[in-house]
């Protein structure tokens, strides 16, 4: 098993960094923390001065996503004060973060465990952080084209579907491109896709 590297002082986010990679490689039943530590290079005992079981690294590897995730989201959408032109900023930052954490998307969407409500509203119960940025920025955009709210599900997961789509394609291993991702999303920008879906509604 290759080790992972750390500097000395930062060993909780190698773990969870690590620990990532690895949930990836092995899947939640070959997980562990003596696992973690053997590819850090550390003792068996080192990670529970930092975890006191493997559901706390699991725990604390979502949070340390989601919260980075999330932030990204909003600073692309701060001061934006036209809706659109925010959406396309929202989808670009989302690529980029994928495109600098290939690892995150897999374990964010199929090990971490994180339920996303597309439709409903906060009633039914809190939005992942990162997916109401998106909703908000979505709706915002729904509400001035003049679209009814009742169709705020359908048209999220369109807009989703091709954003994700492109961070899912550049995030895969065994697909091999030359070209820029992010050419990739303005390209279907500049197509109309998103436009004509709306106007479509």
């Not at 954490?101 to 409903?120: E, K, R």
């Not at 990162?130 to 599900?153: H, I, K, M, N, Q």
């Not at 500049?190 to 004509?196: A, V």
Request: proline fraction near 5%; aromatic fraction near 10%; charge should be negative.
């Amino acid at each position: 098993m290759k080790q992972r590297p750390y500097h000395h002082g930062d060993l909780r986010n190698t773990l969870i960094e690590t620990g990532i990679e690895l949930i990836n490689e092995e899947g939640l039943g070959g997980f562990s923390l003596r696992k973690v530590a053997a590819k850090c290079g550390v003792s068996h005992a080192a990670p529970y001065g930092h975890f006191k079981d493997v559901q706390q690294l699991l725990a604390a590897m979502g949070e340390h996503v989601t919260a980075q995730f999330t932030a990204s989201l909003q600073a692309s959408v701060e001061g934006q004060t036209e809706p659109l032109s925010a959406m396309e900023k929202l989808g670009t930052a989302y690529i980029a973060f994928f495109g600098q954490h290939p690892a995150y998307l897999p374990f964010l969407f199929f090990q971490s465990g994180i339920t996303i409500q597309v439709d409903g509203g906060e009633e039914d119960a809190p939005a992942y952080p990162p997916f109401a940025v998106f909703r908000t920025t979505g709706c915002r955009l729904f509400r001035s084209l003049g679209l009814p709210p009742e169709r705020d599900g359908q048209m999220l997961m369109a807009y989703w579907s091709l954003v994700h789509g492109v961070a899912s394609l550049q995030s895969s291993s065994g697909i091999r491109y030359s070209g820029n991702w992010q050419e990739v999303w303005q390209v279907i920008l500049q197509s109309g896709g998103t436009e004509d879906e709306i106007n479509r509604s």
